[in-house]
Every structure is written in C-alpha cells, then in structure tokens.
C-alpha cells in the first residue's frame, strides 16, 4: 500500500532544501506531481523507473520500493524476480526476445507461479482507460494461452498487433472488448479465430506517474 506520509518525507530529504523547479529540473520528476506529492494530493505513486532515477546514498531505491507499496516492507532483493519491460514488439520476434526488452522491473516472489514465465508490457493509447489502464502504465503479464471469458489480456492479431483488451466469450464468438467507449469491439468468428492469439493474461497494472 502507498504510504503518502512517508513518501513524502522521502521526497524531502531528498531535495536537500531545493524547490520543486530545481528538483524537478534535475531529477525529470514533473514538476507538478511533486508538488502534489509533498503536500499528500495523490493516493497512487510514482512509477518505479522514475523512484530510480530520483534514489540517492540518503534515501535508497529499495526504501522508495518500499515506501510506495511495490515490495512490501518484510521483502528483500532476494525475495524479488527480475521481469522483462516489453516495450515494443518487433515483427516476426517472440515477445521476450532481446530485441523487444526495454529495461526490468522487480516483483515479489510471491506474485508469481514458477511454471509460467512473466513479463510488463508498456501501454500505449487509451483503449483501456476504463479499467484504469493509461498510456505509459506497464501492465504485468503471465504469458498463457488462453484466459477466462471478463479476463483483460495482451493479444496479437493478424500476425502483428499487439493490444490490450478484455476477452468476451459467447458460445463460439471471440470477442476484444476496449474499456473505452470511442473503440468498438473486435468480433472474431469460429472461422477466424486464426487471427487472433492470446500472449497472457493481465495480473496487476505500475501506473506510470
């Protein structure tokens, strides 16, 4: 869970007596979220790429971690997996090759089922924004198959787009549901289903801040 109150004793500490400008201009926090944040106006956190880059020998990564509700208090480094961001997909690639890593992100073990691999995809556009899914959020993904009708999943279809949508099952219907009004469902029939494959199911979403 965010700890607001700590976070924002945190960000004090770190700013060693700087304004908001001179932090921001920095560090890249916006400069309008930090003020936000020190005077406990938002109840979700920051990104943990951007915890990174604000980390320093006074207030570690791990404590930002912490402090933001990523790992819990009682968790190590050694307690936590490294998962691959999936930041864009090559043509023709499987979705965990080389070429299509941008960078990890660490979860707790506990988050995880040892048979099944994971990785975070980041999110573009605003397809999903009703399942509070935002553009630049990173979105935790078990790779499967298949998932259960009212499950949100990556899937790829016709052989190179990859999205995010929530999957509709109807007797033999596949259905890709947007969570935004201004998309209209993708409807595959029992004969074209060979154009739609199901990558993973959506687990949790890092909201981007």
Known sequence: ???KN?????????????????????TGFNRTYLSKYINLKLERP???ELLKSISSNKISYTDLMISCG??????????????????????GT????VENISGYEYVSRTEV???????????????MINARIYDGDLVFVRKQDDVESGDIAVVIT?????????????DNILILQAENSEYLP?????KDRDNVRILGKVIHVKFKI
């Not at 700590?6 to 920095?26: D, W």
């Not at 990523?70 to 043509?91: L, M, N, Q, R």
């Not at 499987?94 to 090759?97: G, S």
Request: no cysteine.
């Open 1 to 3: 869970m965010f700890d």
């Open 6 to 26: 700590t976070f924002k004793k945190q960000l004090e500490i770190l700013m060693e007596g700087t304004t908001t400008v001179e932090f921001a201009e920095k």
């Open 46 to 48: 920051p990104s943990p």
């Open 70 to 91: 990523y790992i819990d208090a009682d968790i190590s480094f050694k307690e936590t997996i490294k998962v691959p961001i999936i930041g864009e997909v090559h043509a």
């Open 94 to 97: 499987p979705i965990l090759a």
């Open 113 to 127: 089922i040892s048979s099944y691999e994971y990785f975070y995809l980041k999110v573009k556009g605003n397809s």
């Open 158 to 170: 016709n052989d190179e787009n990859i999205s995010i949508k929530r999957i509709i099952k109807k």
């Open 186 to 190: 993708m409807i595959f029939t029992e």
